[in-house]
């Protein structure tokens, strides 16, 4: 021990010293601490040095300090020194730096109170605490609450939430905020919205026992404890409330700067509405009860609206209208006997003036005579054993009967109240568990303490002592269940003090005594004190300076109570007669009602009469029984302690939760920390004492996995066993000697306080000793590295340097010599001119001379030259030597100095110097220095080599250089010899020489004089073209200036077109996905709602069907976006909804009476009449539906039985034809002569012209038949079409892909387009209410009359277009009939004329109708006259094989002749044979891609094709996509037969059953993955198929003869779509749901980089975690489920584009679950933590670069991850680094930047803390964003979802349906 004193207190160790000011005062120590020192030399953070003295007999050492990395924990339990000190500096750090309000302490949440509105209780901070284990994130009420939540479902015992301390702490605002979570986490049982109800007790509860005081604006000024009850299920149902010790003296007192309660003030700011004129209400300084204080508004606070939040809060609970007026009565009555003034009529009496206006106002509010009222307010009445007498009252003591009276009803209208909420929370369905919040006063102490302080005080004693035994209990079972010796820890019992209060003849019982006595007094009473405890207790003292007050030694503190009052309040007496008197009141029912209980004992509750609000008195209903019930009264004391121990019973038998809140300073200063007042509080409310339980036992607890990941660098690799605890065992025992500081349990290891202190001193002084050699070789490394690269550079210079000289040298030179050779040749030939003649003969000494001189200089500049050379190399070698010189001084240097380190150290090395280790390290200097050595000498050979290669140019150049000048020598005498020769001809020469001279003169005027000319003209051209050239210039340059600026305003021009073009796009684009986004969440609404009606069915049917056990309603088929209905049965659906809703309403329960009651109170009897009426609608509608049902079948029954008599026409003539043709091959079998059936004769003629006409005729029925029924088809559509589209109201709507709309005006189109279909109805249809009710019946009037008029209209076209037909039918008949008496050419020639004459007239007819569908119907005519072409051409080859086949049949004819009689061969079977090979079967290839079934088998296909179906099987077996492909091909069918109603059918039944099926197993992703890429594909076959060209580009000819030919599906196509979005958001839903259990642990939680992380202490809270560990999720695991997300998806034929679409919303999901849970949770915020984090997003770009979905988007919702965990690695220190990062997190806001670096928290010591002046500073720079405050993003945002148009290239023709699927029905067409 002494030794890790010594260890621990040396120089610079930081301690805690006590201090006036701020409580305790942080210092380091100047020198080590000895064994024998008396004092310690400290050093406070100022740089003062003090001397603190040690007290000679215990020897007690200040408190150290924790670590830095420890400061700012989440648990306080978590500091290795457990002490006040630590656990104050702690609290302020959070506060103060982080601005965090919760710390946990133990099972303590502390919750300092901030005086400032904080962002941290939305909804997504709900959804963010909810499910999560209370040690994974950071302290908050919410995480308090989510415990007791979850232990209550896991537990199945109640809990209790016991929020308490000092008045302006923050108790009721906890409270409200834990019941806040609970109702939005569980939700209600019903849907009358208990949860709602619970919230709405909070502002009538504020109102009526709220007030303002001088520490509080809103303080409680009474106990309540709240029980919110739960059903099996854990959904809210219902609360109860208990109240406890109202203080009722604030009614009539109020001290300076506070307020009566809120209510009050709430009723005078609103005394001027109509309803409250007859309460003859003012200002609150009007009355004495709201003046006193002298501070009647709060600042920021509108009382009036207020009481209208109150108002709305008692009619959500059921309070009507009435009771809230006699509420507001009763109150205001109060307010006015406040007022009433009170008169001395002499010293003994009182009296009151007869006419009081405010006596007057109360007593015409309460409703009782004004002169009984006056009469009791200043007498009483005394009775004795024989007779009853009046005795007046003096002033004094009438004024306090006046109080008290004012008192006594304020109290019962509380608790009126309270029972009336406790009713209106209440619920029919079985309370299965409960939680309980208690929000009740702290420890209180005043200048001036009185009873109600005393009973305050005394709650909270009994409130520590179950604290007390819990923290007790939970030690001892942490400590058993880890099976560690378990010894006796010493705590406070503060027993004795509850013993005093309560015990027999305790203070209560004397209180109770003195009551009873006829002249008690508070003299007396406090004299029975002094005597019975004074001596006997020692908790007991009497102040010295007063005989009426008494000290007790509470927990907390001592506190000095004022005897005076005590006996009054403990009565707590009312003059009986004025009770009398508002009882006898007739006129005001409320009233009576509130004092009906005045004969009860107590409360079915439980609750405290005086002190809970419900004061009763003993009203005696006869003489004989004053006596019995006066004594059985119960005093205010009694009441108390009985209802205190019942809830102390109740929190005993719940588990407790427990939350102290503190007041960080008295002035309401926002984050401003009072070290003094915090201190008091943390002792009061028992905080420090949790810290001394636990730091007397082992507060530090470790797993062995989280101590061997932390000291992992305190042991050595012998130490390290493959057993983690064995290894942790054999550390310790070498690092702490004293076994007594840590015990070893199953899976912990439990440390004294101050051993993780010791053990992080050891593991900092290793790893700073370590960074230190780091450090040292770095730095070497650095500083050779340096050397080196400097003495490359200098020798580079050097080299370069003197190369530039020589080359300098050498052209000097060449410059000399040239210069040389010029100035002789020139001083040659002037000398040659001037003394030509005279120095002839010296001529030739003169140039052996200059040459003997000339070889005389060249050889002086060869030497100089060499010598230069000479010079070089011996410099060189000069300097090597030097720096060869310096280099081993240097080195010499260096072993001198690491000599004496080395000696430093060598006892650390001896041991290493024998490792191999040491000898690697000594050979690798070795080599490092062989490898310089052997560059040294590479260099030198280098050198060496330039030199030589030098030397043999210079030696070349010489020889050259000689052999050259040996060459000008030998042209000098030759040209000497020339001279010689040639001086002989000079004379001749100079006289031909002056002749020429004469002429050149001559010459030279004449051309003088023509220069002179030419230069004149030269100038004056130049001058001209000069000017000419400056004009061209300057046109150029404006020319170059115009088309300069040309290109650039259109480049401008360009560019801004271009940006505006790019905006407009980018803006249309926003809102296109603004507005499917919109729609799409509307889908989801609305699907919300089926469900929701879906399931008030089932509730109904089941309500109704109790008795049936065995009967299962089947699921609900309802869409409200399926367009196959008509309108009919649309409204009928309309109306059942109503009808079933308004069943639901009759079956339910009261509360949900109570929520109707509230919206349609005043409406009750309009209601019923609506409904008689609505019923009387609906049957009018029924019978209206189906008389215009009746209509429709009569009209489709005539044109069916047209149709069947055309067709049965046409068959009788084709059988007349037949018969025919049978009657001629009869007469040519029966002719004699064996030729008659030859070509060319005349039997053979009329055969070939019978047949001809015939197969014409044939051809041209068919033709007519089916031009008919597509006619009568494609008009009834179209009118039906025509019908719809003015009678529907909402409009068809095309989805398109934004990708593919690349023009501005597309995307206005699409734009307005998807706007339009999210404001028209059909988007949601929600549940009618009943409130709409009236309007909905005028709006289904008025569809009903239209729709009447529209099936009227409807079939009075019908009726005229059957006329039409039957007149064109009989023309067509007429031309028929005309046509068969034509010959055959003519009559196809006259049949072609009259189908192109009809298409014309048709056409007309089109252009005169509709001009804009004229260009379609010539398509179209075109396209029939093609075919009519097509088809005569089939008809002539069809005759010519006839032909040739007649006359194989005339020779078979003609060879049979007579051989043959009608009785052997019949016509017949002559016929038969050359007709039979024509029925031949079908090709494959003649296949049409269709599938034909019959009706009664639609409900088999759906069942095997889509309810039935396994996903898993058809996804790995058939082809992608082939349920959609089956679909489609029996929809063709049924399109290609024109039958409309199986078409409705087919799709309706197959919408319906996906979405059963997806309902019944949607929570599997492979049946939703499954079904979205069906949905999809059966969509693109629809468009695909549509016969629309914009879906036809890609399609192949074979593709668009497979195109829709009768039915426009457009429509559908929207439904269809509304139900992929539908199923993609399911699908969204149903992976966020397995995703989400894997991120926080796989994203933040699990070590990817193995030993970054550094493991922290955890504290208690680790182990209080309510869920087991179920093994925890790595990155591996997610990567491995987005990798069977999207195998899965491909396999089921998913598009491409909407795979990206999933990966980027899961990616988002990743990232924001990822986000948020960093930003509450201190423990992640770290360096190490944002390394892993950006690993862990750098594996999953892996994966998407590896699925090739780079370009999906998917990376850029991770952005703000990838940000914050940039934010975590940044320096964060200078301006430069908030500059940095502002403009590097631009996708964080700036609440989350901030957040972020509050929570900052190093793991080692070497990492720094954010200041807060940096953080200032950030927010300083950002203040200037627009952005949202949130905090968190939203993990609930869904992307819109397109579905861009994918064509299949899949043959129909070519799909074959296995035999698994058992279709066999179905038949290919």
Same mark, same amino acid.
């Given at each position: 021990?002494?030794?890790?004193?010594?260890?621990?207190?040396?120089?610079?160790?930081?301690?805690?010293i006590?201090?006036?000011?701020?409580?305790?005062?942080?210092?380091?120590?100047?020198?080590?601490y000895?064994n024998?020192?008396?004092?310690?030399?400290?050093? /406070?953070?100022?740089?003062?040095?003090?001397?603190h003295?040690?007290?000679?007999?215990?020897?007690?050492?200040?408190?150290?300090?924790?670590?830095?990395i420890?400061?700012?924990?989440?648990?306080l339990?978590?500091?290795?020194?457990?002490?006040?000190p630590?656990?104050?500096?702690?609290?302020?750090?959070?506060?103060?730096?982080?601005?965090?309000?919760?710390?946990?302490?133990?099972?303590? &949440?502390?919750?300092?109170?901030p005086?400032?509105?904080?962002?941290?209780?939305?909804?997504d901070?709900?959804?963010?605490?909810?499910?999560q284990?209370?040690g994974?994130?950071d302290?908050?009420?919410?995480?308090?609450?989510?415990?007791?939540?979850?232990?209550?479902?896991?537990?199945?015992r109640? #809990?209790?939430?016991?929020?308490s301390g000092?008045?302006?702490?923050?108790?009721?605002?906890?409270?409200?905020?834990?019941m806040?979570?609970?109702?939005?986490?569980?939700?209600?049982?019903s849907?009358?919205?208990?949860?709602?109800?619970?919230?709405?007790?909070?502002?009538?509860?504020?109102?009526?026992?709220?007030a303002?005081?001088?520490?509080?604006?809103n303080?409680?000024?009474?106990?309540? +404890?709240?029980?919110?009850?739960?059903?099996?299920?854990?959904?809210?149902?219902?609360?109860?409330?208990?109240?406890?010790?109202? =203080?009722?003296?604030?009614?009539?007192?109020?001290?300076?700067?506070?307020?009566? +309660?809120?209510?009050?003030?709430?009723?005078?700011?609103s005394?001027?509405q109509?309803?409250?004129?007859n309460?003859?209400l003012?200002?609150?300084?009007?009355?004495?009860?709201?003046?006193?204080?002298?501070?009647?508004?709060?600042?920021?606070?509108?009382?009036?609206?207020?009481?209208?939040?109150?108002?709305?809060?008692?009619?959500?609970?059921?309070i009507?209208?009435?009771?809230?007026?006699?509420?507001?009565?009763?109150?205001?009555?109060?307010?006015?006997?406040?007022?009433v003034?009170?008169?001395?009529?002499?010293?003994d009496?009182?009296?009151?003036?007869?006419?009081?206006?405010?006596?007057?106002?109360?007593?015409?509010?309460? @409703?009782?005579?004004?002169?009984?009222?006056?009469?009791?307010?200043?007498?009483?009445?005394?009775?004795?054993?024989?007779?009853?007498?009046?005795?007046?009252?003096?002033?004094?003591?009438?004024?306090?009967?006046?109080?008290?009276l004012?008192?006594?009803?304020y109290?019962?209208?509380?608790?009126?109240?309270?029972?009336?909420?406790?009713?209106?929370?209440?619920?029919?369905?079985?309370?299965?568990s409960?939680?309980g919040?208690?929000?009740?006063?702290?420890?209180?102490?005043?200048?001036?303490?009185?009873?109600?302080?005393?009973c305050?005080?005394?709650?909270?004693?009994?409130l520590?002592?179950?604290?007390?035994?819990?923290?007790?209990?939970?030690?001892?079972?942490?400590?058993?269940?880890e099976q560690? *010796?378990?010894?006796?820890?010493?705590f406070?019992?503060?027993?004795?003090c509850?013993?005093?209060?309560?015990?027999?003849?305790?203070?209560?019982?004397?209180?109770d005594?003195?009551?009873?006595?006829?002249?008690?007094?508070?003299?007396?009473?406090?004299?029975?004190?002094?005597?019975t405890h004074?001596?006997?207790?020692?908790?007991?003292?009497?102040p010295?300076?007063?005989?009426?007050?008494?000290?007790?030694?509470?927990?907390?503190?001592?506190?000095?109570?004022?005897?005076?009052?005590?006996l009054e309040?403990?009565?707590?007496?009312?003059?009986?007669?004025?009770?009398?008197?508002?009882k006898a009141?007739?006129?005001?029912?409320? /009233?009576?009602?509130?004092?009906?209980?005045?004969?009860?004992?107590?409360?079915?509750?439980?609750?405290? *009469?005086?002190?809970?609000?419900?004061?009763?008195?003993?009203?005696?209903?006869?003489?004989?029984?004053?006596?019995?019930?006066?004594?059985?009264?119960?005093?205010?004391?009694c009441q108390?302690?009985?209802?205190?121990?019942?809830?102390m019973?109740?929190?005993?038998?719940?588990?407790?939760?427990?939350?102290?809140?503190?007041? *960080?300073?008295?002035?309401?200063?926002?984050?401003?920390?009072d070290?003094?007042?915090?201190?008091?509080?943390?002792?009061?409310?028992?905080?420090?004492?949790?810290?001394?339980?636990?730091a007397?036992?082992?507060?530090?607890?470790w797993?062995y996995?989280?101590?061997?990941s932390?000291?992992?660098?305190?042991?050595?690799?012998?130490?390290?066993?493959?057993?983690?605890?064995?290894?942790?065992?054999?550390?310790?025992?070498?690092?702490?000697?004293?076994?007594?500081k840590?015990?070893?349990?199953?899976?912990?290891?439990?440390?004294?306080?101050?051993?993780?202190?010791?053990?992080?001193?050891?593991?900092a002084?290793?790893?700073?000793?370590?960074?230190?050699?780091?450090?040292?070789?770095i730095r070497?490394?650095?500083?050779?590295?340096?050397?080196?690269?400097?003495?490359?550079?200098a020798?580079?210079?050097?080299?370069?340097?003197?190369?530039?000289?020589?080359?300098?040298?050498a052209?000097?030179?060449?410059?000399?010599?040239?210069a040389?050779?010029?100035?002789?040749y020139?001083?040659?030939?002037?000398?040659?001119?001037?003394?030509?003649?005279?120095?002839a003969?010296?001529?030739?000494?003169?140039?052996?001379?200059?040459?003997?001189?000339?070889?005389?200089?060249?050889?002086?500049?060869?030497?100089?030259h060499?010598?230069?050379?000479?010079?070089?190399?011996?410099?060189?070698?000069?300097?090597?030597?030097?720096?060869?010189?310096?280099?081993?001084?240097?080195?010499?240097?260096q072993?001198?100095?690491?000599?004496?380190?080395?000696?430093?150290?060598?006892?650390?090395?001896?041991?290493e110097?024998?490792?191999?280790?040491?000898?690697?390290k000594?050979?690798?200097?070795?080599?490092?220095?062989?490898?310089?050595?052997?560059?040294?000498?590479?260099e030198?050979?280098?050198?060496n080599r330039?030199?030589?290669e030098?030397?043999v140019?210079?030696?070349?150049?010489?020889?050259?250089?000689?052999?050259?000048?040996?060459?000008?020598?030998?042209?000098?005498?030759?040209?000497?010899?020339d001279?010689?020769?040639?001086?002989?001809?000079v $004379? $001749?020469?100079?006289?031909?020489? =002056?002749?020429?001279?004469?002429?050149?003169?001559?010459?030279?005027q004449?051309?003088?004089?023509?220069?002179?000319?030419?230069?004149?003209?030269?100038?004056?051209m130049?001058?001209m073209?000069? =000017?000419?050239?400056?004009?061209?210039?300057?046109?150029?340059k404006?020319?170059?200036? !115009?088309?300069?600026?040309?290109?650039?305003?259109?480049?401008?021009?360009?560019?801004?077109?271009?940006?505006?073009?790019?905006?407009?796009?980018?803006?249309?684009?926003?809102?296109?996905?603004?507005?499917?986004?919109?729609?799409?969440?509307?889908?989801t609404?609305?699907l919300?709602?089926?469900?929701?009606?879906?399931?008030?069915?089932?509730?109904?049917?089941?309500?109704?069907?109790? $008795?049936?056990?065995?009967?299962?309603?089947?699921?609900?088929?309802?869409?409200?976006?399926?367009?196959?209905?008509?309108?009919?049965?649309?409204?009928?659906?309309?109306?059942?909804?109503?009808?079933?809703g308004?069943?639901?309403?009759?079956?339910m329960?009261?509360?949900?009476?109570?929520?109707?009651?509230?919206?349609?109170?005043?409406?009750?009897?309009?209601?019923?009449?609506?409904?008689?009426?609505?019923e009387?609608r609906?049957?009018q509608?029924?019978?209206?539906?189906?008389?215009?049902?009746?209509?429709?079948?009569?009209?489709?029954?005539?044109?069916?039985?047209? =149709?069947?008599?055309?067709?049965?026409?046409?068959?009788?003539?084709?059988?007349?034809?037949?018969?025919?043709?049978?009657?001629?091959?009869?007469?040519? !079998?029966?002719?004699?002569?064996?030729?008659?059936?030859? *070509?060319?004769?005349?039997?053979?003629?009329?055969?070939?012209?019978?047949?001809n006409?015939?197969?014409?005729?044939?051809?041209?029925?068919?033709?007519?038949?089916?031009?008919?029924r597509?006619?009568?088809v494609?008009q009834?559509?179209?009118?039906?079409?025509?019908?719809?589209?003015?009678t529907?109201?909402?409009?068809?709507?095309?989805? #398109?892909?934004?990708?593919?709309?690349k023009?501005?005006?597309?995307l206005?189109?699409?734009y307005?387009g998807?706007?339009?279909?999210?404001?028209?109805?059909?988007?949601?249809?929600?549940?009618?209410?009943?409130?709409?009710?009236?309007?909905?019946?005028?709006?289904?009037?008025?569809? !009903?009359?239209?729709?009447?008029?529209?099936?009227?209209?409807?079939?009075?076209?019908?009726?005229?277009?059957?006329?039409?037909?039957?007149?064109?039918?009989?023309?067509?008949q007429q031309?028929?009939?005309?046509?068969?008496?034509?010959p055959?050419?003519?009559?196809?020639?006259a049949?072609?004329?009259?189908?192109?004459?009809?298409?014309?007239?048709e056409?007309?007819?089109?252009?005169?109708?509709?001009?804009?569908?004229?260009?379609?119907?010539?398509?179209?005519?075109?396209?029939r006259?093609?075919?009519?072409?097509?088809?005569?051409?089939?008809?002539?080859?069809?005759?010519?094989?006839?032909?040739?086949?007649?006359?194989?049949?005339?020779?078979?004819?003609?060879?049979? @002749?007579?051989?043959?009689?009608?009785?052997?061969?019949?016509?017949?079977?002559m016929v038969e044979?050359?007709?039979?090979?024509?029925?031949?079967?079908?090709?494959?290839?003649?296949?049409?891609?269709?599938?034909?079934?019959?009706?009664?088998?639609?409900?088999?296909?759906?069942?095997?094709?889509?309810?039935?179906?396994?996903?898993?099987?058809?996804?790995?077996?058939?082809?992608?996509?082939?349920?959609?492909?089956?679909?489609?091909?029996?929809?063709?069918?049924?399109?290609?037969?024109n039958?409309?109603?199986?078409?409705?059918?087919?799709?309706?039944?197959?919408?319906?059953?996906?979405?059963?099926?997806?309902?019944?197993? @949607?929570?599997?992703?492979?049946?939703?993955?499954?079904?979205?890429?069906?949905?999809?594909?059966?969509?693109?076959?629809?468009?695909?198929?549509?016969?629309?060209?914009?879906?036809?580009?890609?399609?192949?000819s074979?593709?668009?003869?497979?195109?829709?030919?009768?039915?426009?599906?457009a429509?559908?196509?929207?439904?269809?779509?509304?139900l992929?979005?539908?199923?993609?958001?399911?699908?969204?839903?149903?992976?966020?749901?397995?995703?989400?259990?894997?991120?926080?642990?796989?994203?933040?939680?699990?070590?990817?980089?193995?030993?970054?992380?550094?493991?922290?202490?955890?504290?208690?809270?680790k182990?209080?975690?309510?869920?087991?560990?179920?093994?925890?999720?790595?990155?591996?695991?997610?990567?491995?489920?987005?990798?069977?997300?999207?195998?899965t998806m491909c396999?089921?034929?998913?598009?491409?584009?909407?795979?990206?679409?999933?990966?980027?919303?899961?990616?988002?999901?990743?990232?924001?679950?990822?986000?948020?849970?960093?930003?509450?949770?201190?423990d992640m915020?770290?360096?190490?933590?944002?390394?892993?984090?950006r690993?862990?997003?750098s594996?999953?770009?892996?994966?998407?670069?590896?699925?090739?979905?780079?370009?999906?988007?998917?990376?850029?919702?991770?952005?703000?991850?990838?940000?914050?965990?940039?934010l975590?690695?940044?320096?964060?220190?200078t301006?430069?680094?908030?500059e940095?990062?502002?403009?590097?997190?631009?996708?964080?806001?700036?609440?989350?930047?901030?957040?972020?670096?509050?929570?900052?928290?190093?793991?080692?010591?070497?990492?720094?803390?954010?200041?807060?002046?940096?953080?200032r500073?950030i927010?300083?720079?950002?203040?200037?964003?627009?952005?949202?405050?949130?905090?968190?993003?939203?993990?609930?945002?869904?992307?819109?979802v397109?579905?861009p148009?994918?064509?299949?290239?899949?043959?129909?023709?070519?799909?074959?349906?296995?035999?698994? &699927?058992?279709l066999?029905f179905?038949?290919?067409?």
């Open positions: 021990m002494n030794r890790e004193l010594e260890y621990m207190f040396v120089q610079s160790a930081r301690v805690w006590p201090d006036a000011e701020e409580v305790w005062k942080s210092a380091e120590l100047a020198k080590d000895k024998d020192d008396a004092s310690l030399q400290l050093m /406070l953070e100022d740089g003062t040095t003090i001397d003295k040690l007290d000679p007999k215990t020897k007690n050492l200040p408190y150290l300090r924790n670590p830095d420890l400061v700012g924990e989440n648990d339990t978590a500091l290795s020194y457990l002490h006040e630590a656990v104050l500096h702690n609290l302020k750090v959070r506060f103060i730096d982080s601005k965090l309000i919760y710390t946990y302490c133990g099972i303590v &949440l502390v919750a300092i109170n005086y400032e509105t904080l962002p941290i209780y939305g909804t901070i709900i959804n963010a605490y909810s499910g284990n209370m994974d994130m302290p908050h009420i919410f995480a308090v609450a989510e415990e007791a939540y979850k232990q209550m479902a896991r537990d199945e109640n #809990q209790s939430i016991i929020v000092e008045s302006g702490a923050g108790k009721t605002v906890s409270a409200k905020y834990a806040r979570y609970f109702a939005t986490v569980s939700g209600s049982a849907e009358a919205n208990v949860e709602e109800k619970v919230l709405a007790s909070n502002p009538i509860m504020e109102a009526i026992g709220n303002k005081t001088t520490r509080n604006d303080s409680s000024r009474f106990g309540k +404890y709240i029980e919110i009850g739960f059903d099996n299920r854990y959904r809210i149902i219902g609360a109860n409330m208990r109240t406890y010790l109202l =203080e009722k003296s604030r009614v009539v007192f109020q001290a300076d700067e506070e307020r009566n +309660y809120h209510i009050f003030y709430q009723l005078c700011a005394a001027n109509p309803e409250f004129k309460l003859r003012s200002t609150a300084n009007d009355f004495l009860y709201t003046r006193q204080g002298r501070s009647p508004v709060i600042e920021g606070i509108d009382d009036a609206k207020e009481l209208r939040t109150t108002r709305h809060a008692f009619t959500l609970l059921g009507n209208e009435s009771y809230q007026i006699g509420l507001f009565q009763v109150l205001a009555a109060i307010l006015h006997l406040g007022n003034e009170i008169k001395d009529r002499d010293s009496s009182s009296l009151i003036a007869p006419n009081n206006r405010h006596l007057t106002a109360f007593c015409e509010l309460v @409703g009782v005579t004004y002169q009984d009222m006056s009469q009791w307010l200043c007498h009483r009445k005394l009775k004795t054993a024989t007779e009853t007498y009046i005795k007046p009252l003096p002033r004094l003591q009438a004024t306090n009967a006046r109080d008290a004012s008192k006594h009803i109290a019962k209208l509380f608790s009126w109240i309270v029972e009336h909420v406790n009713k209106a929370l209440v619920t029919n369905v079985k309370q299965h409960f939680i919040v208690l929000d009740i006063y702290g420890f209180e102490t005043f200048e001036i303490n009185s009873f109600e302080q005393f305050i005080n005394y709650a909270n004693e009994k520590q002592q179950q604290f007390n035994m819990h923290v007790f209990k939970l030690e001892q079972e942490e400590y058993m269940k560690i *010796p378990w010894t006796l820890i010493d406070y019992d503060n027993q004795p509850i013993n005093l209060i309560e015990a027999k003849m305790g203070i209560l019982d004397l209180l005594e003195e009551c009873k006595m006829p002249k008690g007094s508070d003299d007396s009473w406090a004299q029975k004190l002094y005597n004074l001596k006997t207790c020692s908790l007991f003292e009497k010295r300076m007063s005989n009426r007050a008494f000290i007790i030694q509470h927990f907390a503190d001592k506190v000095e109570y004022q005897c005076e009052g005590f309040k403990n009565k707590d007496t009312v003059n009986e007669e004025q009770i009398h008197v508002l009141s007739k006129k005001f029912d409320l /009233l009576v009602e509130l004092f009906q209980d005045e004969e009860k004992a107590t409360t079915p509750t439980g609750q405290v *009469p005086g002190t809970g609000g419900r004061t009763r008195l003993s009203i005696k209903p006869d003489k004989g029984r004053d006596t019995s019930s006066k004594e059985h009264k119960k005093t205010v004391g108390f302690r009985n209802s205190l121990q019942m809830l019973e109740t929190l005993n038998a719940t588990t407790p939760h427990y939350v102290r809140c503190i007041k *960080p300073n008295d002035f309401k200063l926002a984050f401003s920390f070290p003094k007042r915090a201190v008091q509080q943390l002792r009061a409310c028992g905080v420090l004492e949790t810290i001394r339980i636990s007397a036992g082992f507060p530090s607890r797993t996995q989280e101590f061997f932390r000291y992992r660098v305190l042991m050595k690799q012998k130490d390290v066993l493959p057993d983690r605890k064995l290894t942790c065992k054999n550390v310790l025992e070498k690092l702490v000697q004293d076994q007594d840590y015990q070893f349990g199953k899976t912990k290891i439990f440390f004294r306080a101050g051993q993780v202190a010791y053990l992080e001193k050891l593991r002084d290793k790893l700073r000793a370590a960074c230190i050699r780091i450090q040292k070789t070497c490394w650095l500083a050779r590295k340096k050397y080196l690269r400097q003495r490359s550079a020798i580079t210079i050097q080299r370069f340097t003197r190369g530039y000289q020589a080359r300098c040298l052209k000097f030179m060449r410059r000399t010599q040239a040389t050779i010029i100035q002789k020139q001083r040659m030939c002037v000398e040659r001119k001037r003394f030509r003649q005279k120095q003969a010296a001529l030739a000494m003169q140039t052996i001379l200059r040459a003997y001189m000339a070889r005389q200089k060249y050889q002086a500049l060869l030497r100089e060499k010598a230069v050379i000479i010079q070089k190399h011996v410099r060189g070698w000069l300097a090597r030597c030097w720096y060869k010189r310096c280099l081993e001084a240097i080195v010499y240097l072993c001198c100095i690491r000599r004496m380190r080395a000696k430093r150290e060598l006892k650390k090395l001896k041991i110097a024998r490792s191999v280790e040491h000898f690697k000594l050979n690798k200097g070795m080599e490092n220095k062989i490898m310089q050595l052997q560059r040294k000498i590479d030198q050979n280098k050198d330039v030199i030589s030098r030397l140019s210079l030696e070349s150049s010489y020889a050259s250089e000689s052999e050259r000048m040996r060459g000008e020598l030998g042209r000098l005498r030759g040209v000497e010899e001279a010689k020769n040639k001086t002989n001809q $004379s $001749s020469l100079l006289e031909e020489l =002056e002749k020429l001279r004469k002429e050149l003169s001559v010459t030279q004449e051309k003088k004089t023509i220069e002179d000319w030419a230069q004149k003209y030269r100038d004056e130049e001058k073209v000069s =000017e000419l050239k400056d004009q061209n210039g300057l046109l150029k404006e020319k170059d200036d !115009l088309n300069r600026m040309i290109q650039e305003q259109s480049q401008q021009m360009t560019e801004k077109m271009t940006r505006a073009i790019a905006q407009e796009t980018q803006q249309l684009e926003t809102d296109l996905n603004e507005e499917r986004s919109r729609y799409q969440n509307l889908l609404e609305h919300r709602l089926e469900e929701k009606y879906d399931d008030l069915k089932e509730e109904l049917a089941h309500s109704t069907n109790v $008795s049936k056990p065995g009967h299962r309603r089947t699921d609900s088929t309802h869409s409200s976006n399926e367009s196959e209905y008509t309108y009919n049965s649309e409204y009928a659906e309309l109306e059942d909804g109503s009808r079933v308004e069943d639901v309403t009759r079956g329960d009261t509360s949900l009476t109570l929520k109707l009651q509230k919206r349609v109170t005043e409406l009750e009897q309009e209601k019923q009449s609506l409904r008689n009426e609505l009387n609906e049957e509608f029924q019978r209206a539906r189906a008389r215009d049902d009746a209509q429709f079948r009569k009209a489709r029954g005539a044109e069916l039985e047209y =149709e069947s008599l055309k067709r049965q026409e046409l068959e009788s003539e084709n059988k007349k034809l037949r018969h025919d043709l049978a009657e001629m091959r009869q007469s040519l !079998l029966g002719g004699a002569a064996a030729g008659a059936g030859a *070509p060319g004769s005349p039997a053979y003629k009329v055969l070939l012209d019978q047949l006409a015939s197969c014409e005729e044939l051809e041209v029925r068919k033709e007519e038949v089916l031009i008919l597509s006619q009568l494609s009834k559509e179209a009118v039906h079409h025509k019908d719809e589209k003015e529907m109201t909402e409009p068809s709507v095309f989805a #398109q892909d934004v990708n593919k709309l023009d501005a005006d597309e206005k189109q699409a307005v998807l706007k339009d279909t999210n404001r028209s109805p059909r988007s949601v249809r929600p549940a009618l209410e009943v409130s709409d009710l009236l309007s909905r019946l005028r709006l289904l009037e008025q569809q !009903l009359q239209a729709q009447r008029r529209t099936y009227d209209s409807e079939v009075e076209s019908l009726r005229g277009e059957l006329q039409n037909v039957k007149e064109e039918n009989n023309r067509q031309l028929l009939a005309q046509n068969l008496q034509l055959p050419e003519a009559r196809i020639e049949s072609l004329q009259h189908e192109i004459t009809r298409l014309t007239n056409n007309l007819e089109l252009m005169a109708d509709d001009p804009t569908a004229s260009r379609e119907a010539r398509v179209i005519i075109l396209r006259m093609v075919d009519l072409m097509e088809q005569l051409e089939k008809q002539d080859r069809t005759i010519r094989k006839l032909k040739k086949q007649l006359k194989v049949y005339s020779k078979r004819i003609g060879e049979m @002749g007579a051989g043959h009689t009608e009785g052997q061969t019949s016509p017949g079977q044979e050359p007709i039979h090979p024509v029925n031949i079967p079908r090709r494959e290839k003649d296949f049409q891609g269709m599938l034909e079934y019959k009706k009664e088998d639609e409900m088999k296909l759906v069942k095997n094709l889509i309810l039935e179906l396994k996903p898993r099987g058809v996804a790995v077996n058939l082809i992608p996509g082939l349920p959609a492909y089956i679909l489609f091909m029996c929809l063709r069918h049924a399109d290609y037969v039958d409309d109603q199986k078409v409705r059918t087919l799709l309706t039944s197959t919408i319906n059953s996906i979405k059963k099926i997806l309902k019944k197993r @949607g929570d599997d992703f492979e049946t939703v993955s499954f079904w979205l890429a069906n949905t999809c594909r059966f969509l693109h076959c629809l468009k695909q198929y549509s016969g629309d060209e914009a879906f036809m580009k890609h399609n192949t074979r593709q668009n003869e497979h195109c829709l030919s009768n039915f426009d599906l429509e559908y196509r929207q439904v269809i779509s509304d992929a979005i539908q199923i993609y958001q399911q699908l969204v839903k149903c992976m966020e749901n397995i995703l989400q259990p894997m991120i926080v642990s796989g994203m933040l939680e699990h070590e990817t980089i193995q030993g970054v992380s550094g493991v922290k202490p955890t504290g208690l809270r182990r209080t975690s309510s869920i087991a560990d179920e093994g925890t999720y790595t990155l591996d695991s997610i990567l491995r489920q987005l990798s069977a997300f999207h195998s396999q089921h034929g998913t598009d491409p584009e909407l795979i990206k679409q999933v990966v980027k919303q899961l990616f988002y999901i990743i990232g924001a679950v990822t986000l948020n849970n960093l930003l509450l949770r201190k915020c770290s360096w190490s933590k944002g390394m892993q984090i690993y862990n997003v594996q999953l770009e892996e994966w998407l670069r590896d699925k090739g979905l780079m370009n999906c988007g998917a990376k850029e919702t991770l952005e703000p991850l990838i940000q914050a965990a940039q975590l690695q940044v320096k964060k220190k301006d430069e680094d908030a940095a990062i502002c403009s590097m997190c631009h996708a964080l806001t700036t609440a989350q930047i901030v957040k972020v670096l509050n929570l900052y928290t190093p793991v080692n010591e070497f990492e720094e803390r954010v200041s807060v002046a940096f953080i500073t927010q300083t720079r950002l203040r200037d964003r627009c952005e949202s405050p949130q905090l968190l993003m939203d993990t609930k945002m869904i992307y819109p397109t579905f148009f994918s064509p299949s290239s899949l043959a129909l023709e070519t799909i074959q349906i296995p035999t698994s &699927l058992n066999s179905l038949t290919r067409v």
